[in-house]
């Protein structure tokens, strides 16, 4: 009888090590990101709380709010980390689903994956050769003779609505956007999708009735990796944006580095407002992505 249970806790050890296994391969890595992300964020905390004798504790994220050049940075930030990441996902989900079968064969995986292997600061150095003034597209519509001189070619970079640099991000996206979705769609049983057009639904009825139950969470998880992602970086909008407004990242450097020092304690709120609602959106839909798995996974096992 000991025996048994020596042997059945063994087997639960066992298990509980298979499970636990997949984090201890990670943990390297997660101790790196928390040391140097988790320190950065305890002093730029402590640094945006940091205030003189009868001010409250929250006197810089008041003064933060109050300032419109900060508001005007995060409504620019917001709407291009929107617009390109909206855009990369249609665009990366269109391709996905129907290049899937050609994805099989890995030449067509590196064709789609090659602008991945490219830095963000290389794309959009070559997004400025292309659609500046004087960049090869505007030659190429002179020497057409489609405009009369290049200064009519329309403003694609370095212009307050942004489009250099969302146009840098979306053609970088789509690539990660594939590769998020492509093992989605490789999973699923495109027989489905064969007796939905026998009964004949159309191509969006197809994608609302078999891919979007798959796509959905996945779908929510790459928004926010990519709009995280876009609303933090800063080589792109340094190189390709404007001096008003500035992009967050590019205010936060210029707030801490080219200001007056009384602007760093306003940069290390910033940076810390931006963190903690970025973890709370993870939060809230990484949660929502999971229960939407195990709805879809209950529904399944019924039928």
């Known amino acids: 009888m000991t025996g048994f249970w020596n042997i059945g806790n063994e087997k639960l050890s066992s298990s509980k090590l298979t499970s636990l296994k997949p984090y201890f391969y990670l943990l390297p890595s997660l101790l790196v990101v928390f040391f140097f992300v988790g320190y950065g964020l305890y002093n730029a905390a402590k640094s945006s709380v940091a205030v003189e004798e009868g001010q409250p504790f ?3 994220y008041q003064q933060l709010f109050q300032e419109g050049v900060f508001l005007n940075a995060l409504a620019v ?32 995986k590196f064709i789609a994956w090659f602008p991945m292997l490219i830095p963000h600061f290389v794309a959009a150095y070559i997004v400025f050769l292309l659609f500046a003034p004087s960049g090869w597209f505007s030659s190429v ?15 694609f970079v ?12 979306i053609w970088k996206e789509i690539p990660f956007v594939i590769l998020m979705l492509l093992p989605v769609y490789q999973e699923m049983d495109m ?9 004949g639904g159309n191509g969006w009825t197809v994608f609302k009735t078999v891919e979007f139950p798959w796509v959905w969470p996945v779908s929510l998880e790459v928004f926010l990796i990519l709009f995280v992602f876009v609303l933090g970086a800063f080589e792109v909008p340094a ?22 020092w009384v602007n760093r304690p306003l940069a290390h709120a910033m940076m810390v407002f931006l963190s903690a609602v970025s973890l709370a959106a993870a939060f809230f839909i990484l949660t929502f992505a999971q229960r939407w798995r195990s709805r879809w996974a209950m529904r399944r096992e019924e039928a």
């Open 141 to 155: 519509a002179f020497q057409s003779g489609w405009l009369e001189n290049m200064s009519q070619f329309p403003l």
């Open 158 to 169: 370095n212009d307050p609505y942004y489009i250099g640099v969302i146009l840098t991000y």
């Open 58 to 60: 929250y006197y810089h």
């Open 77 to 108: 930030s917001v709407w291009v980390a929107f617009i390109s990441t909206a855009v990369s996902l249609v665009i990366g989900i269109w391709m996905t689903r129907r290049l899937v079968r050609l994805f099989k064969q890995d030449h067509w």
């Open 191 to 199: 027989r489905y999708e064969d007796v939905s057009r026998t009964l």
């Open 239 to 260: 190189l390709l944006g404007v001096t008003y407004p500035k992009m967050i990242p590019v205010l936060a450097y210029d707030w801490f580095y080219q200001a007056a």
